[in-house]
């Protein structure tokens, strides 16, 4: 079955404490970008990656980072999370080839920073 | 700054009648826009798009309307049904490249039996 997978699903950490959310996809996609979702903002963009070892910052990267040393795997890390990066994060995937702009989402990362 | 908004937070209608979502963008440029659905604990789902050399687009009950003059556009369900009751996003982008698109805040759907 074609998916992006997240995980943890849920995670309650404390400020400081430096956590990495993973996500991988079995589709062979090029493309791969962090998203967060925040009320009355919608998804907003973190990082995105057009290919192995290729990343790129995109509207809120600051406390963020990502690396992409295989194309199946794109994990998210905070080095020292703080409260405002409470939040529901989705990675997503597409063909880099063509305009369709189609994204495949994974289920979302609910994380909450004490 | 919001380039693409949904300014209904929520929307209810009737099972059986026509919901219309609407959205609008401010940046020109873009050329590209999508509908996402998403249910509660999934992540969103590509439901349809339309290019902006086209006005409309059709997949069976969901028809997308393109305005670029007055840069708005609108998701018409008909007929709706309460599977459909969901939280729809609409996106816009500028030759449909990902790390270019924008995301409105959501427009959250009640289809009523």
């Known amino acids: 079955e074609a998916q992006v997978t997240q995980n943890p699903r849920y995670l309650i950490t404390v400020t400081g404490k430096k956590l990495t959310v993973t996500c991988s996809q079995n589709m062979n996609h090029e493309y791969m970008s962090w998203y967060r979702q925040d009320p009355g903002l919608g998804l907003r963009q973190i990082y995105y990656?057009?290919?192995?070892?290729?990343?790129d910052k995109g509207d809120v990267p600051e406390g963020y980072k990502v690396s992409r040393k295989e194309k199946r795997n794109f994990p998210l890390i905070l080095e020292s999370p703080s409260p405002n990066q409470t939040s529901l994060y989705f990675c997503a995937s597409s063909l880099l080839t063509g305009n369709t702009g189609e994204l495949f989402f994974g289920e979302g990362s609910r994380l909450t920073v004490l | 700054d919001q380039q693409v908004k949904q300014n209904s937070p929520s929307l209810s209608v009737q099972e059986g009648r026509i919901s219309i979502l609407n959205c609008d963008y401010t940046?020109?440029?873009?050329?590209?826009f999508l509908w996402y659905k998403k249910y509660p604990a999934e992540g969103p789902t590509f439901l349809i798009s339309?290019?902006?050399?086209?006005d409309k687009n059709e997949d069976g009950r969901f028809t997308v309307f393109l305005n670029k003059s007055a840069k708005h556009l609108s998701l018409h369900i008909v007929p709706s049904q309460p599977g459909d009751s969901a939280v729809y996003f609409c996106a816009a982008s500028d030759g449909g490249n990902n790390n270019d698109m924008r995301f409105g805040a959501g427009t959250r759907l009640t289809v009523k039996p």
């Open positions: 940046n020109s440029m873009f050329d590209y």
């Open positions: 990656s057009m290919n192995v070892e290729v990343t």
């Open positions: 339309i290019s902006s050399i086209k």
